[in-house]
């Protein structure tokens, strides 16, 4: 009798590189799986291997490359199934957009150069839940297909576990969600495959059954495959056919059954990872930052000096911070060591970034034209010249503006002052130099900058210098012409924050109030979505101001609870329309989480959500959420006439919070046991370790604006806060450079370069990489002043965009894929 069901048995192991064990236990067990599963193959004639992450497959290459010759000859057959198409299996939440690019860029072209082929299929089967950009990402990868497995049918409704996956921009993916587990036990499978079958819910139904020991690998066992056999055997079984996804995908498809569509990210699995290890997401966020400054500038010097592009160290470089993607790392899942290893791998990669950077804006600041005599009348001699120095400041954003510059520097001599390549007077601070000794200060200034370039400014002296007025402040208050910020000297909390335009008050309460909230959840927090038990709130030990002058005013907030104490440093500047909060927190509390809370005034609230390479407006639910460089809240002001009125809370290193009703709550850190996963009940009678114990620093941003986010500069505004300006003196000398350019600029103001690098393949080509930041189409000119080049570009809502400039200047600026492919 024919049978009216099937399901695809899907033979894998779930490996985890890192999780309750460290990397090089992982390294083993890739071996010891792979090695499996080509015996495997030896065994059973119609076995197929299925298996993601080319970071596994490079172990291999260099550890055993006979074994790995294997592999390719069973790639070549047909029977070992390359899925994913990305480096590891990532957390696919917090890392930023980029990283999602280049997990697809460097592992498709792996799986391409070393084995012959790409993935169709992404997979992503354990993380924590899904950025609702992902579809356009793999779409760009060449990849039509997506395989997951958190949230499950208890965290997310689906109407069913085969769907189309669309993003904002419209880019559609097919999808499976797997209904129960990625891998099997070998006594289990005939339970697992009955509890499949039964959601198949019509005759002549599918659906994909996978099947393999997991997590510490193992993958398909001979009792598994015997059983596979045993049962298609049986009447009142479905039919069991050893299959792949890809070949799952591609029958549903001809089938041409209308699938249920899914905009969006997929969520809600172990809220709690969203904040999880501080430190790693912290570090992460830094090296992706800095490797991506590092190219653009390396570009720079490269056309403009002749500069040396280090394009192997930079891969490397972005492979390290890839791997610490892995979800239980970049979670917050793993043993304490794993965290060692982290460390010491992101670290590499961040030096790597530092020394590119250093030798780019070095190589390029060097062949500027800095004469002797930059103001009309001054002295040459000896004497004079060592009374000026010039300092070049390097933009590596797409857009022009005002950014902070802080450098230390020695002692001012009297009567020195700054000005810019004109000659015009710059207003210049001095504040409390990183150095505890005579001779040193730290100085602070505003600086205007063109578009990814830089700008020449120099100290020196002038008798007749203008006087700058300081920053309207007190020790509890400050303003300028935005607005006005002021404290309660007791508590330290903010108690009004108000836009002069139009009267707008922003909180309904006290502000930034650093709270305390019970967390007895593990590392994960499995089940929880809503953290709001509050335990107690810091309390007020001294408001203050710090620092005062023409620039800018700091006063320092410093509170304690319990054993912790944490500083906040509002700087209130007077030529920026935001503030900037830095941040340090010492923290000795356990089972507990710290959250920033604001309660907002406005009605009608929005809340946007920065997520990876996109934005996504959720509900002011209080569900905590993963949170990229910035959140936003607008809504109409009560009283006012005034239509709507936003405010944006930037951040350069923290990845969640929460918006429930009219309050917004940034969370800070959590301090669950390292790796305790449900049922396990801590012992009282056992010294465990906590997380975020100890020192961290972080900043974040208060940006009022008028209208919504869209048309605010909200995404310029949050990268200035994580693409910050570098600085250095330099000398006088000759040069081929003026003192200010710019290497490239775009006329739309919702379109941002993100990248800027030299193609994988060494053609020395320039990929550039350009994101709708606002959700709305559009046309952009592109000028290429650094390569006398220019172009016009349409996008489309939330596109994102790989253009290749080659490097022969008689061949078009041309459209690729997210792999650099035409």
């Given at each position: 009798?024919?049978?009216?069901k099937?399901?695809?048995?899907?033979?894998?192991a779930?490996?985890?590189p890192?999780?309750?064990?460290q990397?090089?236990?992982?390294?083993q067990?890739?071996?010891?799986?792979?090695?499996?599963?080509?015996d495997?193959?030896?065994?059973?004639?119609?076995?197929l291997?299925t298996?993601?992450s080319?970071?596994?497959?490079e172990?291999?290459?260099?550890n055993?490359?006979?074994m790995?010759?294997?592999?390719?000859?069973?790639?070549?057959?047909?029977?070992?199934i390359?899925?994913g198409?990305?480096?590891?299996?990532?957390?696919?939440?917090?890392?930023?957009?980029?990283?999602?690019?280049?997990?697809?860029?460097?592992?498709?072209?792996?799986?391409?150069e070393?084995?012959?082929?790409?993935?169709?299929?992404?997979?992503?089967v354990d993380?924590?839940?899904?950025?609702g950009?992902?579809?356009?990402?793999?779409?760009?990868?060449?990849?039509d297909?997506?395989?997951?497995?958190?949230?499950?049918?208890?965290?997310?409704?689906?109407?069913?576990?085969?769907?189309q996956?669309?993003?904002?921009?419209?880019?559609?993916?097919?999808a499976?969600?797997?209904?129960?587990?990625?891998?099997?036990?070998?006594?289990?499978?005939?339970?697992?495959?009955?509890?499949?079958?039964?959601?198949?819910?019509?005759?002549?139904?599918?659906?994909?059954?996978?099947?393999?020991?997991?997590?510490?690998?193992?993958?398909?066992t001979?009792?598994?495959?015997?059983?596979?056999?045993e049962?298609d055997?049986?009447?009142?079984?479905?039919?069991?056919?050893?299959?792949?996804?890809?070949?799952?995908f591609?029958?549903?498809?001809?089938?041409?059954?209308?699938?249920?569509?899914?905009s969006?990210?997929?969520?809600?699995?172990?809220?709690?990872?969203y904040?999880a290890?501080?430190?790693?997401?912290?570090?992460?966020r830094?090296a992706?930052?800095?490797?991506?400054?590092?190219?653009?500038?390396?570009?720079?010097?490269?056309?403009?000096t002749?500069?040396?592009?280090?394009?192997?160290?930079?891969?490397?470089g972005?492979?390290k911070?890839?791997?610490n993607?892995?979800?239980?790392?970049?979670a917050?899942?793993s043993?304490?060591?794993?965290y060692d290893?982290?460390?010491?791998?992101?670290?590499?990669?961040?030096?790597?970034?530092?020394?590119?950077?250093?030798?780019?804006?070095?190589?390029?600041?060097?062949?500027?034209?800095?004469?002797?005599?930059m103001?009309?009348?001054?002295?040459?001699?000896?004497?004079?010249?060592?009374?000026?120095?010039?300092?070049?400041?390097?933009n590596?954003?797409?857009?022009p503006?005002?950014f902070?510059?802080e450098?230390?520097?020695p002692?001012?001599?009297?009567?020195?002052?700054?000005?810019?390549?004109e000659?015009?007077?710059?207003?210049?601070?001095?504040?409390?130099s990183l150095?505890?000794?005579n001779?040193?200060t730290?100085?602070v200034?505003?600086a205007?900058?063109?578009?990814?370039?830089?700008?020449?400014?120099?100290?020196?002296?002038?008798?007749?210098?203008?006087?700058f007025?300081?920053?309207e402040?007190?020790?509890?208050?400050?303003e300028?012409r935005?607005f006005?910020?002021?404290?309660?000297?007791?508590?330290?909390?903010?108690?009004?924050?108000?836009?002069?335009n139009?009267?707008?008050?922003?909180?309904?309460?006290?502000?930034?109030?650093?709270?305390?909230?019970?967390?007895?959840?593990?590392t994960?927090?499995?089940?929880?979505?809503?953290?709001?038990?509050?335990?107690g709130v810091?309390?007020?030990?001294s408001?203050?101001?710090?620092?005062?002058?023409p620039?800018?005013?700091?006063?320092?907030?410093?509170?304690?609870?319990g054993?912790?104490?944490?500083?906040?440093d509002?700087?209130?500047?007077?030529?920026?329309?935001y503030?900037r909060?830095?941040?340090?927190?010492d923290?000795?509390?356990?089972?507990?989480?710290?959250?920033?809370?604001?309660?907002?005034?406005?009605?009608?609230?929005?809340?946007s959500?920065?997520?990876?390479?996109?934005?996504?407006?959720?509900?002011?639910?209080?569900?905590?959420?993963p949170?990229q460089n910035?959140?936003?809240?607008?809504?109409?002001?009560?009283?006012?006439?005034t239509?709507?009125?936003?405010?944006?809370?930037?951040?350069?290193?923290?990845?969640?919070?929460?918006?429930?009703?009219?309050?917004?709550?940034?969370t800070?850190?959590?301090?669950?046991i390292?790796?305790?996963h449900?049922?396990?009940?801590?012992?009282?009678?056992?010294?465990?370790?906590y997380?975020?114990?100890?020192?961290?620093?972080?900043t974040?941003?208060?940006?009022?604006?008028d209208?919504?986010?869209?048309?605010?500069?909200t995404?310029?505004?949050?990268r200035e806060?994580?693409?910050?300006?570098t600085?250095?003196?330099?000398?006088?000398?000759?040069?081929e450079?003026?003192?200010?350019a710019?290497?490239?600029?775009?006329?739309?103001?919702?379109v941002?370069?993100t990248?800027?690098?030299?193609?994988?393949?060494?053609?020395?080509d320039?990929?550039?990489?350009?994101?709708?930041t606002a959700?709305?189409?559009?046309?952009?000119?592109?000028?290429?002043?650094?390569l006398?080049?220019?172009t016009?570009?349409?996008?489309?809502?939330?596109e994102?965009?790989?253009?290749?400039?080659?490097?022969?200047?008689?061949?078009?600026?041309?459209?690729?894929n997210?792999?650099?492919?035409?």
């Amino acid at each position: 009798m024919e049978k009216d069901k099937t399901l695809y048995m899907i033979g894998n192991a779930h490996l985890d590189p890192v999780w309750l064990w460290q990397w090089q236990e992982g390294y083993q067990e890739v071996k010891a799986t792979f090695r499996s599963a080509l015996d495997r193959m030896k065994e059973y004639d119609d076995f197929l291997f299925t298996s993601s992450s080319a970071a596994y497959y490079e172990w291999v290459e260099e550890n055993e490359p006979a074994m790995f010759e294997e592999i390719r000859e069973r790639v070549k057959e047909g029977r070992w199934i390359i899925v994913g198409g990305w480096w590891i299996q990532p957390d696919c939440n917090a890392p930023g957009g980029e990283s999602y690019v280049r997990q697809g860029l460097y592992g498709q072209r792996y799986f391409r150069e070393k084995l012959g082929v790409t993935a169709h299929t992404g997979y992503n089967v354990d993380s924590f839940g899904h950025n609702g950009m992902l579809p356009q990402i793999l779409k760009k990868q060449g990849m039509d297909n997506y395989v997951f497995m958190r949230p499950g049918r208890h965290e997310k409704g689906l109407e069913s576990e085969t769907f189309q996956w669309t993003s904002g921009d419209g880019s559609q993916v097919t999808a499976f969600r797997i209904p129960f587990e990625y891998c099997t036990w070998p006594k289990e499978l005939k339970e697992h495959v009955l509890r499949c079958a039964g959601e198949i819910k019509e005759p002549g139904g599918c659906i994909m059954c996978f099947y393999g020991v997991g997590n510490h690998g193992g993958g398909p066992t001979k009792q598994n495959i015997e059983s596979i056999r045993e049962l298609d055997q049986e009447a009142d079984m479905p039919h069991l056919i050893l299959s792949t996804p890809d070949e799952y995908f591609r029958d549903v498809k001809k089938q041409g059954k209308t699938l249920p569509s899914v905009s969006g990210d997929l969520f809600h699995h172990s809220s709690g990872c969203y904040s999880a290890h501080s430190e790693v997401k912290r570090l992460n966020r830094l090296a992706e930052n800095r490797l991506i400054m590092a190219e653009k500038f390396s570009v720079a010097a490269r056309h403009w000096t002749g500069g040396k592009y280090p394009l192997e160290k930079y891969t490397e470089g972005w492979k390290k911070v890839l791997f610490n993607q892995f979800h239980d790392i970049m979670a917050g899942t793993s043993i304490e060591p794993a965290y060692d290893d982290a460390r010491e791998s992101y670290g590499a990669a961040l030096d790597t970034a530092a020394r590119g950077l250093n030798a780019a804006v070095q190589s390029i600041s060097w062949h500027i034209d800095i004469p002797m005599e930059m103001e009309a009348g001054a002295s040459t001699e000896a004497g004079a010249a060592m009374d000026r120095k010039p300092i070049v400041v390097f933009n590596p954003n797409s857009f022009p503006g005002k950014f902070e510059v802080e450098m230390e520097s020695p002692g001012l001599k009297e009567n020195q002052i700054l000005v810019d390549e004109e000659g015009t007077e710059i207003t210049l601070q001095q504040v409390q130099s990183l150095a505890s000794c005579n001779g040193r200060t730290r100085l602070v200034f505003i600086a205007e900058l063109p578009a990814m370039g830089y700008r020449t400014y120099q100290l020196v002296i002038r008798e007749n210098s203008r006087t700058f007025p300081a920053v309207e402040s007190t020790n509890t208050s400050a303003e300028n012409r935005w607005f006005r910020i002021a404290f309660d000297e007791k508590t330290g909390y903010i108690t009004s924050l108000y836009k002069k335009n139009d009267g707008t008050e922003y909180f309904a309460g006290p502000a930034a109030v650093p709270t305390v909230i019970e967390d007895k959840s593990d590392t994960w927090s499995h089940g929880v979505r809503i953290f709001d038990k509050v335990k107690g709130v810091f309390s007020g030990v001294s408001v203050k101001r710090v620092e005062n002058g023409p620039v800018k005013c700091v006063i320092r907030v410093t509170s304690t609870y319990g054993n912790s104490r944490m500083f906040q440093d509002f700087s209130i500047y007077k030529e920026l329309d935001y503030i900037r909060v830095k941040t340090t927190v010492d923290w000795h509390e356990k089972w507990s989480m710290l959250k920033l809370r604001f309660p907002m005034q406005l009605n009608y609230l929005r809340a946007s959500w920065e997520i990876p390479y996109g934005v996504a407006c959720r509900e002011p639910n209080g569900e905590e959420y993963p949170m990229q460089n910035f959140l936003d809240v607008e809504g109409a002001n009560p009283g006012l006439t005034t239509a709507i009125n936003g405010l944006s809370f930037l951040n350069d290193g923290k990845a969640s919070g929460s918006v429930a009703g009219k309050e917004v709550s940034l969370t800070v850190l959590r301090s669950p046991i390292y790796a305790n996963h449900e049922p396990y009940v801590p012992d009282e009678n056992l010294e465990y370790v906590y997380m975020d114990q100890g020192v961290q620093t972080f900043t974040y941003g208060l940006y009022p604006h008028d209208g919504s986010w869209e048309d605010s500069r909200t995404v310029r505004r949050s990268r200035e806060f994580n693409e910050k300006p570098t600085a250095l003196f330099e000398t006088f000398h000759k040069g081929e450079l003026t003192q200010k350019a710019s290497f490239l600029e775009l006329s739309a103001d919702n379109v941002l370069l993100t990248v800027m690098k030299e193609a994988e393949d060494g053609s020395q080509d320039v990929i550039l990489r350009l994101v709708e930041t606002a959700g709305r189409s559009c046309e952009t000119g592109l000028k290429l002043p650094g390569l006398g080049r220019q172009t016009t570009l349409s996008f489309t809502p939330f596109e994102i965009k790989t253009v290749r400039v080659p490097a022969a200047g008689n061949l078009e600026i041309q459209e690729n894929n997210l792999l650099e492919d035409i």
